[in-house]
């Protein structure tokens, strides 16, 4: 299942457009690294929570308990990039 989301690089960044409801998402840097890896990793569909948080750990070495990566990871989840 493809998502329903167009992602363009800009800058250190990148822009995240929802078709389903219409709304636009600028990322920093570091989200867009995520962003790209998760999706990368997925071949363009949804992960899993666990998939997300080992994707956090092991690709990028980052924390998936930092408050930053909690943020993060629950907009991804309301975009639908993670699933349940």
């Given at each position: 299942m493809s998502l329903?989301?167009?992602?363009?690089?800009?800058?250190?960044?990148g822009i995240l457009?929802?078709?389903t409801t219409w709304k636009t998402h600028i990322l920093t840097a570091s989200a867009a690294l995520i962003y790209e890896t998760l999706?990368?990793?997925?071949?363009?569909?949804?992960?899993?929570?666990?998939d997300a948080r080992d994707g956090l750990r092991d690709a990028l070495d980052l924390d998936p308990d930092s408050p930053d990566s909690i943020?993060?990871?629950?907009?991804?989840?309301?975009?639908g990039v993670i699933r349940a």
């Amino acid at each position: 299942m493809s998502l329903a989301l167009r992602y363009r690089p800009m800058d250190d960044g990148g822009i995240l457009f929802d078709e389903t409801t219409w709304k636009t998402h600028i990322l920093t840097a570091s989200a867009a690294l995520i962003y790209e890896t998760l999706i990368e990793q997925s071949g363009g569909d949804a992960v899993t929570m666990a998939d997300a948080r080992d994707g956090l750990r092991d690709a990028l070495d980052l924390d998936p308990d930092s408050p930053d990566s909690i943020q993060l990871l629950a907009m991804l989840k309301t975009l639908g990039v993670i699933r349940a």
